[in-house]
Structures are given as structure tokens and as C-alpha cells.
């Protein structure tokens, strides 16, 4: 492996005039610092990440940690979409990403201090944890830079990105309101995710605006999956025939929810209206067209690794950003 010991031999100057010259130092004259590049791309040179790393205590490595991602949850490709923005992002600033994952059973085996130090990652950026979460306490409390993707907490070393939940649910429910919808149930996703608490929140406001009650038996849990949607949606129309629209707090579930209306022999959007949550993929191409909120997934992974990135180069900006949502009008909805 050729050395700057080897560079500052063949350029007849000091190991430290080399070492200043490559890593872009202002006091090496360019002649010289022309002649040590040319001659290091000659013998091949390429740096040493581990030796520097044990010198600057820095790795330049971001870690994405992924917590409750199953190969079920790959089909609304929304952590798909976050990791592009994440890995593109980092590799323009000249930061490499680690991916990993945890489960329940790690946790009770490996802190996450441990799990973080193991991988060798300056900071960590955290997906799909749970409210209930036993790392989230310890993130919070940690001295490891990290950014949280949908959960909107702070700490010393913490930030978070996420989209306008509220706002996305609010606009949503005003938009079935503005239809003639006056009974409107809703699929939210489960108490331990905080999107879900925040898109419930816009629901009960779209419906307190209208002077409309909220009726804690029109919600039901989808546990964000389109079985568990399905099940919903025919529960509660079943359960409350006077139900003309259901609000989904995810698309996967909104998917399941005209599933469940086909097979009770009803029909999307002329018996029952449907709006989702997120505008994947396949909301454009399912028959109708589902009605949704569209939020930007690749922009919340972008936004995640340059506020991760900035904390861990010291600089004094904004450690939280909250994301626009807009609604997207389709085919799901119908005017009553």
C-alpha cells in the first residue's frame, strides 16, 4: 500500500507538507500541492479511512437505523423512497451510510450506545420506531447525534423531520366535509405511532370545525396494513350502515378498505368514499384512483441526513423541519 511516506519521497518534501497538501490545507504552495497530487494519482495512492478516523475520532459514516420493517411493510415503498434521499444526500456531502436494523430481541441484548459504537457511526438517523419503543428513552438521553423520521421529539443531540400530519388529516376530512359527507369514519394506523396520534388530531379538528361531535366508535386501528384496513372497513360498515366515508390514516390500509367495500358488495366511490394517506405508487393505478395525501418521502430521508449532518459539523442551524402535505384529488371521492 503506497504510504505519504512514499509520496514525500518521490516529491522531496516532508511527510506533513504532503499530508497538509492532500487534505486541502491553504498554506502549501500550488505548485507543490499540484506536484504532490499528480504523483500520489501515479503510485495509486488512496487514503487510509481507518487511520484517519483514529486520528480525527470521526468515521464520516452515518448509520440508518430501521426498526419494525418487515418484508410485508416493502409494499408501500415508503422507506424505500426516505433511504434514496438519505444515501443521496449523504454521499453529496461525502458522508458513507450504514444501514441497520433492530428488533425487540436485540434490544434486550445490546444497548443502543453498543449497537451505534459496533457499527463505527458518527450519527444515527432512526426510522419506524414505536412510541413504546425501549431505545427511544435512551436516543433521547444519548450523546450521539441522531435525527428521528415521524417522531417529533427533542433533545440536546436530538432532531427530527417529518411531514405535516395534522395539517395533511386536517385537509383531508375538511375536503369529504366540503363533499356532503357529514358521517365519516376513519382507519388510523395505532397508538404507538406518532403520526397516528397527529392525524387523528386533524380529523377531530376537520370535524369540530364543522360542529360535528367525534365519536370515538368511528375510529378503528389498521395497524398500517391492508389486511388489517380490509377488516376495518368492514367492521365498521357493518357496524354503522350511516357511514358514507372512510378516512385512512395510509394508503396500504385505504388499499384494504375498498377491498373490504368490494366484498360487502358496495361500491368505491358511489356507496362508500375513500381518501388515504402517503400517495404511493399504487394509489394511481388502482380502479378508482384513490384520493390521497401526498407526502414527500424522499425529501424527509434529503432533509433527514443534512440536519444529521450539520449537528455533526457543529453548525448552528434548524434541528427540526416539518414537511407540507397536499391533497391529492382523484377518482375515490364523491360529492353527496
Known amino acids: 500500500m503506497v504510504t505519504i511516506k512514499d509520496i514525500a519521497k518521490a516529491a522531496s518534501v516532508s511527510v506533513t507538507t504532503v499530508s497538509r497538501a492532500l487534505n486541502g490545507y491553504d498554506d502549501v504552495n500550488e505548485g507543490t500541492r499540484l506536484k504532490i497530487k499528480t504523483i500520489a ?51 453529496e456531502l461525502d458522508y458513507d451510510l450504514v444501514l441497520f436494523s433492530t428488533t425487540p430481541q436485540k434490544q434486550r441484548v445490546k444497548s443502543y450506545k453498543t449497537l451505534c459504537q459496533e457499527r463505527g457511526v458518527d450519527g444515527v438517523i432512526i426510522m419506524g420506531i414505536r412510541l413504546d419503543d425501549p431505545y427511544l428513552k435512551e436516543i433521547v438521553s444519548s450523546d ?68 360535528i361531535p367525534f365519536d370515538e366508535s368511528l375510529v378503528l386501528d389498521g395497524f398500517f396494513s391492508e389486511q388489517k384496513g380490509k377488516e376495518a372497513a368492514c367492521q365498521i360498515l357493518s357496524n354503522r350502515p350511516e357511514v358514507t366515508a372512510l378516512f385512512c390514516a395510509s ?42 395525501v401526498h407526502q414527500h418521502k424522499y425529501e424527509l430521508g434529503s432533509q433527514a441526513a443534512q440536519i444529521l449532518i450539520e449537528m455533526l459539523e457543529g453548525k448552528d442551524t434548524t434541528h427540526h423541519v416539518m414537511l407540507a402535505t397536499e391533497l391529492i384529488h382523484r377518482e375515490s371521492v364523491r360529492s353527496i
Open 144 to 211: 450521539i447525534p441522531c435525527v428521528l423520521i415521524d417522531i417529533t421529539l427533542e433533545g440536546p443531540y436530538v432532531g427530527y423531520v417529518t411531514s405535516d400530519n395534522t395539517d395533511g388529516a386536517l385537509a383531508a376530512v375538511h375536503y369529504l366535509l366540503e363533499s356532503g359527507h357529514r358521517h365519516i369514519a376513519m382507519i388510523n394506523g395505532h397508538a404507538q405511532a406518532d403520526v397516528s396520534l397527529l392525524r387523528l388530531e386533524g380529523y377531530r379538528q376537520a370535524l369540530e370545525s364543522y360542529g
Open 41 to 91: 494519482d501515479e503510485l495509486g495512492y488512496s487514503p487510509n479511512m481507518a487511520a484517519r478516523s483514529l486520528i480525527s475520532k470521526k468515521t464520516k459514516t452515518l448509520g440508518l437505523l430501521l426498526s419494525n420493517i418487515t418484508r410485508d411493510s416493502s409494499k408501500d415503498n415508503i422507506a424505500y423512497e426516505v433511504l434514496c434521499g438519505i444515501n443521496d444526500r449523504s454521499g
Open 251 to 292: 394508503d396500504l390500509m385505504a388499499l384494504g378498505a375498498m377491498q373490504g367495500v368490494k366484498n360487502m358488495g358496495k361500491k368505491v366511490p358511489e356507496d362508500i368514499s375513500i381518501i388515504g394517506f402517503d400517495n404511493i405508487d399504487l394509489t394511481a393505478y388502482c380502479t378508482p384512483a384513490l384520493t390521497t
